[in-house]
């Protein structure tokens, strides 16, 4: 193997510099986004999730598909933020483990939709995750988290976690405006069709609550945008993101373009609000795979 020359090194470091560096200035943040297994169609929606994220040129993003999770121990370390498109079997002892001391040390976690029906017997993602759903979540778990009369409530009542009607376009409303992931948005925007997830219920410590919709099912308004922290970490958990015309809304990829962001770094530098960007009553989607071929 030839050696490199001093200037060699120093041209080849320069090289990396340049291909590592994000047009605002911040550098490429990595993603690790993990499926496998999920009750929903991962293999349609994690590639909408992967372009929507590196569309922004912010993210390089890896798959890990997890479909035996006796084998799944990536090395969570060398990643910015773990985007979560996996609800299924619960990951080993060492990996749960190592997830844990990645998250208290200051990693992200993004947590998309059914990724909040996993993993309810694990204590430590349930706080992770602040709300979920299904799964045999109960009062033992957190009280249920809503908005009802303009006030966020926290209600310890007993019953099952997790429910939701028919797929429509609901409106989204934006509950904390000054809050990176949500700021200069309209205050109400309509997302497309999707699944509105509500009776989400769990420990919601350290828990914010950025944004509702209103359930038909429960005549609350039910979070749809929640950031979490977890020792040094953050998490951003979004409840929307049922299937691929959920995903093709552009309020929903914004937010996770930005909530990505924040997990992984604890600001916001994607500001920008796309001319798409949905009104309070129109619905605007982007088949973003498709746009990638432009
Ligand atoms: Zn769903």
Partial sequence: MKTCSLRQIGLLALGL????TFAHGGEMLKALLVDG?????????????????????????????????SQFHPDF????????????????????????????????????????????????YNRMIG??????????????????????VRDFSKGRGGTHGA?????????????PIVKGLPRVWRHAEDE????????????????????????????????????????????????TRSLSGVGFQVTLQRGTEWAATGNVSLTDVPESFPSKEEVSRRDVLKAADQ
Wanted: hydrophobic fraction near 35%.
């Fill in 37 to 69: 297994q999920n009750n929903h169609n991962w293999q349609a929606t994690s590639p909408i999730i992967k372009k929507s994220l590196e569309m922004t040129d912010r993210f390089q993003v890896e798959v890990a598909t997890a479909k035996d999770a």
């Fill in 196 to 243: 509105l997830y509500a009776r989400l219920r769990g420990p919601a410590k350290q828990m914010a609550v950025l944004a509702t919709a209103p359930s038909k099912k429960t005549g609350r308004a039910e979070p749809m945008l929640l950031t979490i922290g977890y020792g040094n970490g953050r998490c951003f958990h979004t409840a929307m993101g049922h299937d």
């Fill in 17 to 20: 510099v340049v291909t590592g």
């Fill in 131 to 152: 709300l979920g759903g299904w799964g045999g979540r109960d009062e033992e778990h957190g009280p249920y988290v809503y908005y009802q009369n303009g006030k966020l």
């Fill in 77 to 124: 370390k060398q990643y910015d933020v773990v985007v979560s498109n996996y609800n299924g079997d619960l990951w080993p002892k060492s990996t749960r483990t190592a997830f844990k001391e990645y998250i208290e040390n200051g990693g992200g976690l993004v947590v998309i939709h059914a990724a909040d029906n996993s993993f309810s017997d694990w204590p430590e």
């Fill in 167 to 179: 797929q429509w376009a609901y409106p989204v409303k934006v509950r904390l405006p000054n809050h």
